[in-house]
DNA sequence: CGGCATCCAGCATGATACTG
DNA sequence: CAGTATCATGCTGGATGCCG
């Protein structure tokens, strides 16, 4: 296989079609990284399942709307799954799919990295 | 080092903190993850330092706004290097910091991922 | 060429109330 | 408990024009 050499430096190599304007990819990706999706993503790749109470209060600040909104878009997305129990009072459980825990800890070497980063700027600060 | 039961089996331990509402940490991320800085990321991530006028070409779709906004704030953050040669006319070069090598790094990884994911759907798809 | 200032539209997000 | 529906808003992002 031939490499163009524009990217053969990088250890990840993009198709250039990313970089077109109505590329899917890049509708794809700012749906992974809208405001509350890599929390979310974060919340259920450490521990176990989450019950939809339980993921707003760990998604401190989060909004019903915006929780059902942004878990929604995860499961169509087959990152995430719904496990409804048909009990009353309902019980329904998340999961994250097996593509959802390789997407997780992609998200969560990001956000290490930024907290790391923010740490240490504070420390510099004082 | 003794680890909290709940973040052992995440080879990225995030402090609780990330979930608390004003943790400065989710406005970090939340630039970062803004709708271009991405595409800046990966554009300079491969290859050779890039002009304003060849970034504009290859974040195909953006607007001089959101180059110049996006740009800035990457700036602002410590990942990209601007560097103006003063001619006329202007000459301005614009790299990855080494920490922004590190962020680019990590947002490849993600697009990579996201690409490859969608290239399997579509090939599915038909 | 490489911006910045201004104005404007649309969608992401948010607050609140209601329901199965 | 686990959502949906509705209304409000604010900020991101876009179009245009001007400047060094």
Redesign the interface.
């Known amino acids: 296989m031939e490499v163009s050499p ?2 053969a ?4 190599a ?2 250039e079609g ?5 590329c ?3 509708e ?3 749906r ?2 809208s ?1 509350w999706s ?2 979310l993503l ?2 259920l ?3 176990p399942p989450l019950r939809w109470s339980e993921l707003r209060r ?4 989060i909004t019903e709307k915006m929780l059902a909104q942004t878990l929604r878009a995860l499961e169509d997305d087959g990152f995430v799954h719904r496990e409804a129990r048909p009990v009353v009072p309902p019980h329904v459980e998340y999961t994250l799919t097996p ?1 959802g825990e ?2 997780a ?11 790391d ?2 740490v240490a700027d504070d420390a510099k600060a004082g």
């Open positions: 524009s990217s430096r990088l250890s990840f993009l198709p990313v970089f077109t304007a109505n899917p990819t890049r794809q990706l700012n992974v990284m405001k890599p929390l974060a919340a790749a450490d521990g760990k998604a401190s600040g593509e390789q997407l800890g992609l998200v969560l070497a990001l956000m290490s990295f930024i907290v980063r923010t």
